[in-house]
């Protein structure tokens, strides 16, 4: 037994409950599936449950929990194990699992061994119904709404449904037709009883039962509305129609096996042949009720019996597994904690060295990159403004005569003339580039604090959103992208300029190129360069191999 134990244990979770799922179907392997729940149980309490497992938990503790109620019939413990596995889906935020969890826990506090009120059973099966519904969990949502109407029913606490029913009868994501059909009838039953008509009452349960879900709990939800639909005839004094529902659940109960529905039909039997007035009847059927009865409670008493060896053995296979898991985790550790400490600290060492040089590396070329377009530039600058110059002078000797009028109109207007239409052609797009290339590459005035595109336009001689389009559909980004790219690069120039900015802080250097704040200005700086003003800085005063 230990040895199978031990071997359980090692288990993953899910396989543990796949493997107690299987064990429940058969009553001979049940303790089985409770030493697979246990397990799992005991690695919850041990903080072993591995991220994303502990679903399985919850689903554990809940099948433990409905396994003492269903099989052990110790009430007690079913309840605490019910209470755990709420806590612990609320812990890890598995709602969908609480309406299963909600359903059980008033299933045994329906049982009358422990002392809970009308209100706490309705209470806690109204919980339910308003979580499987808000987290679409269907076939709880129909179990939870089924159990409060049949209680509200039993218990005259009709009124206390009425929001229910509506907000069932509202749901527009509830697909499955026909279950919806069997809900609805119960939602009928329950209005007819309160009007107090118990015969349509009773015809809505005796629909209801026809309707059965294609799962292992088709039988006992049958059972249940044949029950409910005898009660009510019953109630409504339609004695044939309850008889014949009831045996129709006795027969049901008899080919189940059922002890506790037989209980409670034979109790129902007894009820309606007092009402009838024939003792004789009503006299055997509480026999056969308290038989059952009684054949529960020495089940269950010697359930518990059996329940008490059980969790004996259980604590002691765990204290066993508990000690040869701990004494195997301490070998290991001793064994490999101080190999592992060495190899961590070399590979550390080795890998923080290594980037160290490679990032300096990366730093190091990125700034002669730099400092290599910059030189570009500028010879680039120098040429295009000697081929400006050499352009201008021929204008000049071969058109003196219309450059002297042009200079005169330009003269008697005082500033140059505005282009009033509102876009520009291809020609006078290159046209205006070349005005604002002259103004970002030769005007200082670019890096001072109030230069905007306003002021772009009036060196440009064209309005302002002219220039802004020429420079969009151009350069593919608006006016405050470019000038910070021209001031960028003047920072870079400055920064290679020892001589003239040596004295100058990384803050002055921003500030001389026109930004008003340094986080701004080193964010742009890394985003164009690469690096940040400090490092190109450091690399700038760096000797030239």
């Not at 059973?121 to 409060?148: C, F, H, P």
């Not at 592992?340 to 700034?367: C, G, K, M, W």
């Not at 200079?407 to 020609?427: C, F, H, I, M, N």
């Not at 500030?511 to 940040?532: D, E, Y």
Request: glycine share 4%.
């Amino acid at each position: 037994m230990l040895h199978v134990y031990n071997t359980w244990s090692r288990l993953p979770s899910k396989d543990l409950c796949d493997k107690a799922y299987s064990y429940l179907s058969r009553p001979a392997t049940r303790d089985s599936a409770l030493v697979c729940y246990n397990i799992l149980q005991n690695r919850y309490n041990d903080h072993q449950i591995k991220s994303g497992d502990e679903g399985y938990v919850v689903k554990a503790l809940t099948n433990m929990g409905i396994m003492y109620m269903t099989f052990y019939y110790d009430y007690k413990k079913s309840y605490e194990y019910l209470l755990l596995a709420e806590r612990v889906a609320l812990e890890y935020h598995h709602l969908d699992k609480l309406p299963s969890i909600y359903i059980a826990q008033a299933n045994i506090m329906q049982m009358g061994e422990l002392q809970f009120s009308v209100e706490d059973v309705i209470g806690v099966l109204r919980k339910a119904y308003r979580q499987a519904t808000e987290n679409q969990v269907w076939d709880m949502m129909e179990l939870s709404l089924s159990d409060l109407l049949d209680e509200c029913i039993v218990k005259g606490r009709i009124a206390d449904v009425r929001e229910d029913i509506e907000t069932f009868r509202h749901l527009t994501d509830y697909r499955d037709a026909g279950q919806r059909t069997s809900i609805e009838w119960k939602c009928k039953a329950a209005e007819a009883v309160g009007r107090g008509d118990y015969a349509v009452a009773g015809d809505c349960y005796l629909t209801a039962s026809t309707i059965a879900p294609d799962t292992i709990l088709a039988p006992l939800k049958q059972m249940n509305d044949l029950l409910m639909a005898g009660e009510c005839y019953s109630k409504g004094r339609n004695f044939q129609k309850a008889e014949f529902a009831l045996r129709q659940a006795l027969s049901l109960a008899q080919a189940n096996g059922n002890k506790d529905y037989l209980k409670s039909i034979y109790e129902e039997l007894s009820n309606m042949y007092r009402s009838m007035g024939d003792t004789e009847k009503q006299q055997y059927n509480e026999y056969l009720s308290l038989k059952y009865k009684d054949s529960l409670m020495t089940e269950g008493r010697l359930a518990n019996v059996a329940s008490v060896k059980l969790t004996d053995e259980l604590n002691s296979m765990n204290q066993t597994v508990r000690m040869l898991n701990e004494k195997r985790r301490l070998q290991s550790i001793l064994l490999i904690v101080a190999v592992l400490v060495v190899l961590v600290i070399s590979f550390l060492s080795y890998r923080l060295y290594r980037s160290y040089r490679l990032v300096q590396a990366d730093h190091y070329r990125l700034y002669l990159n730099n400092v290599e377009l910059l030189r570009r530039d500028a010879e680039e600058q120098e040429r295009i403004a000697e081929l400006k110059r050499q352009v201008e002078e021929s204008v000049r000797r071969i058109g003196a005569r219309k450059e002297t009028e042009v200079q005169s109109a330009e003269s008697s207007v005082g500033e140059p003339k505005r282009r009033t239409a509102d876009t520009l052609g291809r020609k006078e797009m290159e046209e205006v580039i070349q005005k604002v290339k002259d103004v970002m590459n030769y005007s200082s005035e670019i890096f001072s604090y109030g230069f905007t595109l306003n002021r772009l336009a009036d060196l440009v001689g064209l309005r302002h959103h002219l220039v802004s389009q020429a420079i969009n559909e151009v350069y593919g980004h608006n006016f405050n992208v470019l000038l910070n790219e021209y001031r960028i690069k003047e920072a870079c120039r400055r920064l290679n300029n020892r001589d003239e900015y040596g004295n100058f802080s990384i803050e002055g250097i921003a500030q001389s190129v026109g930004f008003k704040s340094r986080t701004n200005f080193s964010a742009l700086f890394k985003q164009t360069t690469g690096l940040t003003p400090s490092e190109y800085q450091k690399l700038s005063r760096k000797p030239k191999a």
